[in-house]
């Protein structure tokens, strides 16, 4: 390795794409837990929740774990939001940072907002609406893996997206027909659970990525 | 007002970015790839452990703590010992001047297009 010389421009650029796919390595570990603790927060939220008698508690418990898992969602997205400066300054983009508290937070509290107003004036819809927000988590899931892996999604991203939008898409396409039968929904939902356990656990052992030849000078 | 196209084209920013580049690339600090490549994970992780940037680096001990040393004489990084759990940890954090450092090359190297 020869060092202490100037770089060129080329060079930079070639270990700022090393340092990109280290990133990547990094990233997908981050997911790991993020999978994990949404995939529990989903658990508790579909199916321990709805047990609870008193509806305040019911809500109290389903803000603790999406609480919880807003806090794994904004500790995994702090990296995606830096590593998109470096590969959008590779990539010609503009620079941005649309994954922060600021904009999450707010969004978290909107969200809660309308289904408790949802709750006490149109209860008959609060499912409904509860299954347009997992709509909305899975397409906001979809944004946050493309700014974290803006080449390639990992299979493991591509397949805990499909069981979370196939679940509340299956669940919104069988509210109409099955409302007084849970089972088709909890057979959607574990075995959503069941995907997104596997993606964390599969996303967390991955091997770390082997240099390729000539990314240093 | 010209769009980044633009910029880009233009022969009089283009010889200053040249100009602006290679007198950031002279600094002793960043003739390394190594070195550079710690700076840009730094700057993506604002934080982080000697012993992840080892395993990330492929660099052993000593030579991650020269390379490290150089970065901070530049005032790119700082490190310091965190004990947790009875266990001493060296952490290594980006400063303001690491990160703006890291950026302003990142952004001059993509309006060249190379």
């Given at each position: 390795m020869a060092e202490d010389t100037t770089l060129s421009p080329v060079e930079i650029k070639r270990v700022a794409q090393r340092a990109l796919v280290l990133q990547s390595y990094i990233l997908r570990r981050a997911?790991?837990?993020?999978?994990?603790?949404?995939?529990?927060?989903?658990?508790?939220?579909?199916?321990?929740?709805?047990?609870?008698?008193?509806?305040?508690?019911?809500?109290t418990v389903?803000?603790?774990?999406?609480?919880?898992?807003?806090?794994?969602?904004?500790?995994?997205?702090?990296?995606?939001?830096?590593?998109?400066?470096?590969?959008?300054?590779?990539?010609?983009?503009?620079?941005?940072?649309?994954?922060?508290?600021?904009?999450?937070?707010?969004?978290?509290?909107?969200?809660?907002?309308?289904?408790?107003m949802t709750v006490i004036f149109f209860r008959q819809q609060a499912v409904l609406a509860i299954l347009v927000v997992y709509l909305v988590l899975a397409a906001y899931v979809y944004y946050a893996l493309r700014l974290s892996f803006p080449l390639?999604?990992?299979?493991?991203?591509?397949?805990?997206?499909?069981?979370?939008?196939?679940?509340?898409?299956?669940?919104?396409?069988?509210?109409?027909?099955?409302?007084?039968?849970?089972?088709?929904?909890?057979?959607?939902?574990?075995?959503?659970?069941?995907?997104?356990?596997?993606?964390?656990?599969?996303?967390r052992t991955r091997p770390f990525p082997v240099p390729t030849e000539g990314w240093e000078t | 007002m010209r769009g980044e196209a633009g910029r880009r084209d233009d022969p009089d920013v283009a010889r200053a970015t040249i100009k602006s580049l290679k007198k950031q690339l002279g600094d002793p600090s960043l003739k390394s790839s190594t070195r550079v490549l710690i700076l840009i994970l730094l700057t993506m992780n604002k934080k982080m452990s000697s012993v992840e940037l080892r395993a990330l680096t492929g660099l052993g001990k000593?030579?991650?703590?020269?390379?490290?040393?150089?970065?901070?004489?530049?005032?790119?990084?700082?490190?310091?010992?965190?004990?947790?759990?009875?266990?001493?940890?060296?952490?290594?954090?980006?400063?303001?001047?690491?990160?703006?450092?890291?950026?302003?090359?990142?952004?001059?190297i993509q309006s060249l297009d190379v």
């Open positions: 997911w790991g837990v993020l999978y994990a603790t949404l995939s529990l927060a989903i658990f508790v939220t579909v199916f321990v929740s709805p047990s609870e008698p008193i509806i305040a508690l019911r809500i389903n803000m603790a774990a999406s609480g919880t898992a807003l806090i794994a969602i904004l500790w995994a997205f702090k990296r995606a939001r830096e590593t998109t400066e470096v590969s959008n300054a590779m990539a010609h983009r503009r620079w941005s940072r649309p994954l922060g508290y600021r904009s999450l937070v707010p969004t978290w509290a909107a969200i809660y907002a309308v289904l408790i390639r999604l990992p299979p493991e991203g591509i397949a805990a997206l499909s069981s979370l939008a196939l679940a509340a898409g299956g669940s919104l396409a069988l509210l109409p027909f099955l409302s007084g039968d849970p089972a088709p929904y909890v057979i959607l939902w574990g075995s959503m659970i069941a995907v997104w356990l596997f993606a964390a656990a599969y996303a | 000593g030579s991650l703590e020269n390379h490290l040393e150089k970065l901070a004489t530049a005032g790119y990084v700082s490190t310091r010992n965190v004990k947790s759990f009875g266990v001493t940890h060296q952490t290594v954090e980006v400063t303001e001047k690491g990160l703006e450092s890291c950026r302003t090359l990142l952004r001059r």
